[in-house]
């Protein structure tokens, strides 16, 4: 979703070299999200409850239809073929006075499956402009350089992106300002599948020109990131004249207190502008 306000909190240091995977240890880590009250909260009366009910309701119905709507936009398709070839060879027996030729007939039966699968793209509505790119759904901005991140599984994963000043670009400093040398995080995905996405502006002053390090911060998967609930991360990145792309499989929580740098343990890729 585009940034509106930030729930996060999780204050850091671009000076922070030590790794530690235990979260208790690191309160500043425990973030949490604006949650509703439950509803018996607010409901101290019977008719207050009943009317409240059937507002929700009514709200849910309204929400459902273009939900669902969406849900279609995305099914996936999978068709199957199998063609099934035989070839047969005859018997053939032949018999003169002198002498006896018989054949043995052979059958052989080949069998081809072909699967065809088709993901509909997810639109983007409104459409995106010019200085956008439509992914899942979701208008990201390009510019001079963008970096666009999405994951295989549903979570909360964060987008690092340290610039060649050592500026750190995250969820709690998403720009743009003199503290992300001019870049933007303007999606940052909570829930789904991403896309984060950080950019420079066509608009706003250039990239600064050096090395720039893109690193995957998990900060909330149900289940846990494991060797039996592994996860693909995937990295785009558009700059002026070229664009690359990466995707890493993790199969463990690496977190590295949004420290990005070339030795970091979540690191995705480098990349140098321009």
């Not at 995080?185 to 002053?205: A, K, R, Y």
């Not at 060797?227 to 664009?243: D, E, H, R």
Request: charged content about 15%.
């Amino acid at each position: 979703m585009p940034i509106t306000s930030q729930a996060k909190v999780a204050p850091y240091s671009h000076h922070i070299t030590s790794f530690e995977k235990d979260d208790d240890k690191y309160p500043w880590d425990q973030r949490r999200r604006n949650r509703p009250e439950p509803l018996a909260t607010y409901c101290t009366r019977p008719c207050a409850c009943f009317g409240g009910l059937i507002l929700l309701l009514l709200l849910g119905l309204a929400i459902g239809i273009p939900v669902l709507s969406s849900i279609i936009d995305t099914t996936t398709t999978t068709t199957t073929t199998t063609t099934t070839t035989t070839t047969t060879t005859t018997t053939t027996s032949t018999t003169t006075s002198s002498s006896s030729t018989s054949s043995t007939s052979t059958t052989t039966t080949t069998t081809k499956t072909t699967t065809t699968t088709t993901i509909s793209k997810i639109p983007c509505s409104p459409t995106c402009n010019a200085e956008q790119l439509c992914v899942l759904g979701k208008c990201v901005g390009i510019g001079y350089l963008s970096f666009t991140l999405t994951w295989s599984r549903n979570g909360d994963g964060d987008l690092v992106v340290k610039t060649p000043h050592s500026k750190v670009i995250c969820f709690n400093n998403t720009g743009p300002s003199s503290g992300t040398d001019q870049g933007r995080l303007d999606v940052d995905d909570q829930t789904g599948t991403g896309p984060e996405n950080i950019f420079w502006s066509n608009s706003g002053p250039k990239p600064p020109t050096g090395i720039y390090y893109a690193c995957f911060e998990p900060y909330n998967f149900n289940p846990n990131i494991t060797n039996l609930s592994p996860i693909s991360v995937t990295l785009n990145i558009k700059g002026s004249n070229n664009t690359f792309s990466t995707t890493v499989n993790f199969i463990s929580t690496i977190k590295n207190k949004y420290d990005c740098n070339a030795n970091a343990p979540n690191l995705l890729a480098s990349y140098t502008y321009p």
